[in-house]
Structures are given as structure tokens and as C-alpha cells.
């Protein structure tokens, strides 16, 4: 059965600024732990709501800082929500999700409203060369998230029968679509920033990079069409690493930006 993103990212209110959830197989990895942009997209949606609650007007988020302590399980999950300030530029928002009775991860967010279609009054960064989206290929042969991507096959992660394979040395390229309703929100591309398998694995093939700590800039509401991404990885470094993302929308337009930090564990004899 196949999902939708809107479905997978909803929340229920439950009263005292607490929300309910339910984190979804489908965004898991090895279908037990959530992708970490994927549990930054529920909070998003939470912060939202909470700020609404609160008499704010502002409904997208802009900004988001999240701290990854210990990895929730699918199923029902609880976030809690403060609103630390409303104020008429923008509201300030923190949201938690537990994980048996501990912090399982924590953000903080920031939420304004953006304008449709705006344009940047200085700077920006070029859209990355990629080919049309009908030359890619995907990363699943049925994609049941409701979102699909479809990578650059010069700078992919492809499942093959003998493992993965990687191209494109230490940066992945992928279009992101959504599959329902063509077109990504703002809480959309909070999952956007964390899309894409490691970086790194392109340049080492290691186990799991965990996230430790990620920071989303939601720089504009995407046109409709699907979302180009470009994620590398920056420095891998005493058992860490960084990587980037930029995010462009159909336009054209810079509409996302991240950083984060990942635990790294080198195979043997790779150091």
C-alpha cells in the first residue's frame, strides 16, 4: 500500500501543545527507524500547528535546528510543542519527540509566512546540471513514501543484486518528486534536506551514518514540479561527517539549504 507524503508527516492535537503522530514504515530505514528529515518534517508540522494555536499568523517554517539523541521506533509517537515567542515578523517554535519516555529528538524552529513565486533581491546559487528526470533512475523500483527520487546516474546510489553502488565521489544528484501532488511545501523540504542516502558512501561505504545535529534553511515555497537536489559531503574526521544540501525548484530558484553532522564508523582497514 502506498502512502502520501501529507498523510505520512500528519498531526493530531492532544492538548497542553502536545501533538500525536504516527511515524511511518515506508520513511524508515530498513523499515524500523525513521529517516531523519522525515521526523523533522512531523515536528515541522507540529511547530506549525502549535504557532497557529497560539494566534500566529505565520504558517511556513523557515528555518529549522534539529539535535538526533535517540532514534524513535515507527508506530504512535508524542511530540511536545512550545511556543517561545509570536511576534509579527515571525514565531519561534520548539518541538520533541520521545523516544520510552526520553528525548528521542529535539528541534527548533523558526516559522514566517512566505510570499508565492518571490524572487531574491541579491545572490543565489546556479542549479546544478542534471538530466531531465525522465533520464534518471530511480532509487526504488515502487516507491510506496507518496515521494519518489530518481537519481543523475553520474552521481548515484543504486541497489544492485551485489550490494550498493555508488557514483559521482562524495556527491549524490537526485530529482525529488512528490507523487501526489506534484509540488513540495515547506515542511516538504525539511524532508528534501535529508532525502538522499549519505554522501559519504561515495566516497567510503560504510554501515549506518547516524545524524547527529541538522540545520534547514527553507528559502522559498517551491513552483509545482519536481525538486533538484544536490547533496555532498564536505569533511570525514575523527569518526565524523558533514554534508550539504541545496534544493531547486522547477524555476530555477534556491529553495533549500542544509548542513548536518553524522556519526561515521570506517570499515576496517579504511583508515
Known amino acids: 500500500m502506498t502512502t502520501t507524503f501529507a498523510a505520512a ?4 492535537p492532544d492538548g497542553d501543545g502536545v501533538y500525536r503522530t504516527d511515524l511511518r514504515s515506508e520513511y524508515a530505514i530498513g523499515g524500523a527507524k525513521p529517516n ?8 515541522g508540522r507540529a511547530a506549525v500547528a502549535a504557532a497557529r494555536a497560539a494566534g500566529s499568523g505565520h504558517e511556513d517554517v523557515i528555518a ?4 538526533f539523541f535517540r532514534s524513535p521506533d515507527v508506530g504512535p509517537a508524542r511530540i511536545e510543542t512550545r511556543v517561545l515567542r509570536a511576534g509579527r515578523t515571525a514565531t519561534q517554535v520548539t518541538a ?14 523558526t516559522v514566517a ?8 533581491y541579491w545572490g543565489g546559487i546556479e542549479p546544478v546540471a542534471m538530466p ?15 515521494v519518489s527520487v530518481s537519481f543523475d546516474p553520474a552521481a548515484a546510489f543504486t541497489i544492485t543484486p551485489d550490494g550498493p553502488a555508488v557514483t559521482g565521489g562524495g556527491e549524490l544528484r537526485a530529482w525529488l518528486r512528490d507523487d501526489e501532488h506534484d509540488i513540495l511545501d515547506p515542511i516538504g523540504l525539511l524532508f528534501a534536506a ?11 561505504l560504510s554501515g549506518w551514518v547516524p545524524t547527529l545535529d541538522l540545520t534547514v534553511y527553507v528559502r522559498a515555497r517551491p513552483a509545482p514540479g519536481p525538486l533538484r537536489l544536490r ?40 583508515g
Do not use: K, N
Request: charged fraction near 15%; aromatic fraction near 6%.
Open 9 to 12: 508527516t500528519a498531526v493530531t
Open 36 to 43: 531523519g528529515g522525515y521526523l523533522l518534517a512531523c515536528l
Open 64 to 67: 529549522a535546528g534539529a539535535q
Open 96 to 109: 520533541t519527540i520521545s523516544h520510552d519516555g526520553q528525548p528521542g529528538v529535539q528541534a527548533q524552529f
Open 113 to 120: 509566512t512566505l510570499p508565492a513565486a518571490s524572487e531574491p
Open 132 to 146: 531531465p528526470i525522465g533520464e534518471c533512475q530511480p532509487l526504488f523500483r515502487a516507491d510506496r513514501r507518496g
Open 194 to 204: 535529508d532525502a538522499l542516502p549519505p554522501a559519504t558512501f561515495g566516497v567510503v
Open 231 to 270: 547533496m555532498r559531503a564536505q569533511l570525514i574526521q575523527d569518526g565524523f561527517a558533514d554534508e550539504v544540501c541545496e534544493g531547486w525548484d522547477s524555476a530555477g530558484r534556491l529553495v533549500l539549504q542544509s548542513s548536518q553532522l553524522a556519526a561515521l564508523r570506517l570499515p576496517p582497514g579504511a
